[in-house]
């Protein structure tokens, strides 16, 4: 049988450097916001492995709550097109939001999603991404917590995914081109 690890050419940031950078990040939180609560918000499905071990790391009451939204479609570039296909359940007016992103390439999505939330009257809004590809970014976007920059590759595992797959490696790698060309 084919192992997925297999279609990884390398390993840019293994379980453990992952762990490690997302408990200082959840430390930085809650450092930084002492006495506070907090909506954390995924957008899925990408960082719903790194929320989870996000908010485990912040030592704050916080509440979880999900938001689907695409610009992607089924190819490996962003489409420009930003829809949300699932939206969050909590209210976030008077409250304090932290986005947890998996990565922020383009930019395009989260702008999106920052501005739709803006419209909510929160009390802040913050973003916490997991990885951060600067050659990409078509939109200014101001990360407030930022775990690793990667390379302008197309990367897999720990939530990250090409057709739906890969999303369950332990680590972050680089998917081999032929898998996708």
């Known amino acids: 049988m084919h192992s997925e690890h297999e279609d990884v050419s390398r390993i840019l940031f293994s379980e453990q450097q ?9 430390a930085q939180i809650a450092s930084d916001h002492p006495d506070q609560s907090m909506l954390v918000i995924s957008v899925l ?39 949300i296909l699932k939206d969050t359940t909590a209210s976030v007016e008077g409250r304090h939001v932290l986005i947890a992103e998996d990565i922020l390439d383009s930019g395009l999505t989260l702008q999106y999603l920052i501005s739709s939330l803006q ?16 050659a990409k970014r078509q939109a200014d976007i101001d990360c407030n917590y930022i775990g690793f920059a990667c390379p302008d590759e197309f990367i897999v595992g720990y939530g990250l995914d090409y057709a739906e797959r890969y999303r369950n490696l332990p680590y972050i790698g680089v998917l081999r081109p032929e898998i996708y060309a």
């Open 18 to 26: 992952i762990a490690q950078r997302v408990k200082e990040m959840g």
């Open 119 to 134: 419209a909510r009257n929160p009390a802040s809004i913050e973003v916490a991404a997991l990885l951060v590809k600067h």
């Open 45 to 83: 499905r990408g960082a719903a492995i790194f929320m989870a071990d996000l908010v485990r790391a912040i030592d704050l009451p916080v509440e979880m709550d999900y938001m689907a939204v695409s610009s992607y479609g089924s190819g490996t570039k962003t489409s420009g097109v930003v829809q």
